[in-house]
C-alpha cells in the first residue's frame, strides 16, 4: 500500500498542526486503510525512529507517554485516512514525521511501537516548533 503523508510546518510552541496519512493502491483509495494498523513515528537527528501514537483496525489508540494527552490520532477508513492532531505543540517536538501502516486481521488490536512492526511507510514531513 502507498501511504500519502501531509501537514507539516512551522509553528509556535503552543501551537497545533494537524497530520493526514492516506493510503492507496494504484488509484484505488476507498477502505484501503481498514485493513490496516497505523502509527505515526517521529525521527530526530541521530536518533532511531520513535513511535508517537498508533491506531488498531477497532480504532483504539495508542499513545507514547511524551505525548499523552496533547495528540490525538483518529482514522476515516472510507476516506482512507488517518489523521494525528497534535496540540499543545513543544519545541522537542520538532521531528521529521513518518505514517506507516501494518496489514492485520480484523482482531487485532495489538500496540504495535516498533519501527520493523511496519512494511509500509509514508515519506517524512517536517515539523518544526519554534518561535
Known amino acids: 500500500v502507498q501511504l500519502q503523508a501531509s501537514g507539516g510546518g512551522l509553528v509556535e510552541p503552543g501551537g497545533s498542526l494537524t497530520f493526514s496519512c492516506t493510503a492507496s493502491?494504484?488509484?484505488?483509495?476507498?477502505?484501503?486503510?481498514?485493513?490496516?494498523?497505523v502509527g505515526w513515528f517521529r525521527q530526530t537527528p541521530g536518533k532511531e525512529r520513535e513511535s508517537v501514537a498508533t491506531i488498531s483496525r477497532s480504532g483504539l489508540a495508542y499513545y507514547d507517554s511524551s505525548v499523552e494527552g496533547r495528540f490525538a490520532i483518529s482514522r476515516d477508513d472510507a476516506k482512507s485516512t488517518v489523521y494525528l492532531r497534535m496540540n499543545s505543540l513543544k519545541p522537542e517536538d520538532t521531528a521529521v514525521y513518518y505514517c506507516?501502516?501494518?496489514?492485520?486481521?480484523?482482531?487485532?488490536?495489538?500496540?504495535?511501537?516498533?519501527?520493523?512492526?511496519?512494511?509500509?511507510w509514508g515519506h517524512g514531513t517536517q515539523v518544526t516548533v519554534s518561535s
Open positions: 506507516a501502516a501494518r496489514h492485520v486481521i480484523l482482531s487485532d488490536s495489538n500496540y504495535y511501537s516498533r519501527e520493523n512492526d511496519y512494511a509500509d
Open positions: 493502491r494504484g488509484t484505488f483509495k476507498v477502505n484501503i486503510i481498514s485493513r490496516y494498523t
